[in-house]
């Protein structure tokens, strides 16, 4: 008998929702919605469509489902569609599961010549597309209205490989920033590096080394500089072979970190030295100069070690890694010193995961930072249960807990395209553990700990997933 979904990572608010739907007047159960909040919320996560193949399952590895919340006129509709991908669509055709949930394994028969893409990761609207990502395959162009899918989207042929789950928007040229890794195909060292202009031209497609394989989730951007960090979460295709796990953390490598110049050859990237760590996500970056040279800082959440994933020589973790209580730090590299290593300082003593700045200062130097925390005396592993707000500028933290709930990712949606920093709203997706339901609040971004301004109760539950956007009406022709 086929197992059913009974893994840790399929139980609880981590099971998958298998019904599509539409709520078109959702219930407004405190507050009001602000008027000034017209347009859609997309979120992106795992929703696997079928069971594992085996008994285990990597999170990462579910068929990617978006959901979507409009607001408009203090009004708030919801609507949820799995992506459409050609794993998708053979498993559906198929009526059962072909593809691994397993870094590494095998497919089931007539899985073989499916082509692997969950498009779980991140949702995004750029050059005129609405792109569904994730980090081993080409985006998804998405219908922003019916959600429905339109096929692997590669720049009319001018984009080939992997594209990251988390390219990076420049808010003063309007361009796409983004790398691949495993770019020359599985397990290979090969980064690329490209440049997307605002209206969807691919101005820079370039392919580097990197000093090792390794898993590389995430990078950072400024309005100067790219930044590549190398954990040793490292990739071994011939581990593999040999009965042992394909990602897996190898504490023997250092942490490499490569910063290159935007408008410089790859040949120019500077590689920077630190100890064994991991950071699945940064938060923001940005470049600075005076007299004494240029600096290029980048605040990410570090963790001592990889989570989810065994050692390399494919013994399990001992003891819990909590994948939700990152260290907030701040890494500086120094362009101007012939040291190769970088320094570090810790900005918040609340551990967190999933931020999210006001992105009109991506890549800026900037004051507000927003995320996902554990509080309270809870069991490790714990989901985030709380939003957290953190003034880098004064070192003032916010948390809000909602009762009995868990959240998502925040996100921050400005009050007006030309309002200070900080001045608007976190959205987040809130899980009632008690009522096995989900909401969706609204927090003023500048006082989360008040909790919300409105919050829309939803007739289902929305599984923990990855990220998402905000985008405006206007931008979609809503």
Known sequence: ???????????????????????????????????????????????????????????????????????????????????????????????????????????????????RNTANTHIILHGGQFLALEEVALPVAIDPVTLAAQGSYDYGGAYAGPFSGHPKLDPKTGELITFGYMADGPGSATLSFTIIAADGTVTRHDRFQAPYPAMMHDFAVTDEHAVFPVFPATIDGRRMMQGGPLIAWDPSLKTLIGVLGRDEPVENIRWFEGDACYAYHTLNAFSTSDERGTRVVVDAFKFDRLGLFPNADGSPVIGPVDTWRGKLVRWTFDLASNDNGYTEQVLTDIPGELGRVDERFSGLPYRHAYFGTVAGDVAPETP?????????????????????????????????????????????????????LSSLVILDALDVASGPVAQVELPLRIPFGFHGSWVPSREVGA
Not at 23 to 28: K, Q, R, S, T
Not at 388 to 394: E, G, Q, S
Not at 403 to 432: C, K, M, N, Q
Request: charged residues 20%; glycine residues 12%; contains cysteine.
């Open 1 to 115: 008998m086929e197992p059913r979904f009974t893994h840790p990572r399929l139980s609880g608010n981590f099971a998958p929702v298998l019904a599509e739907c539409d709520a078109p007047d959702l219930i407004v159960t405190k507050g009001e919605i602000p008027a000034e909040l017209d347009g859609t919320l997309y979120r992106n996560g795992p929703n696997p469509m079928f069971p594992p193949l085996g008994d285990d399952h990597d999170w990462f590895l579910g068929e990617g489902m978006l959901h979507a919340f409009t607001l408009s006129g203090g009004k708030a509709s919801y609507r949820n569609r799995f992506i459409g991908t050609q794993q998708y669509t053979a498993q559906r055709a198929a009526g059962r599961r072909l593809v691994p949930t397993v870094f590494g394994a095998p497919p089931a028969p007539g899985g073989e010549d499916i082509l």
């Open 384 to 436: 985030a249960n709380a939003i957290a707000h953190v003034d880098l500028a004064t070192g003032e933290a916010k948390v809000w807990t909602p009762a009995g709930g868990f959240v998502h990712e925040p996100v921050f949606v400005p009050r007006s395209a030309t309002a200070p920093e900080g001045d608007g709203w976190i959205l987040s997706v809130v899980y009632d553990a008690p009522a096995n």
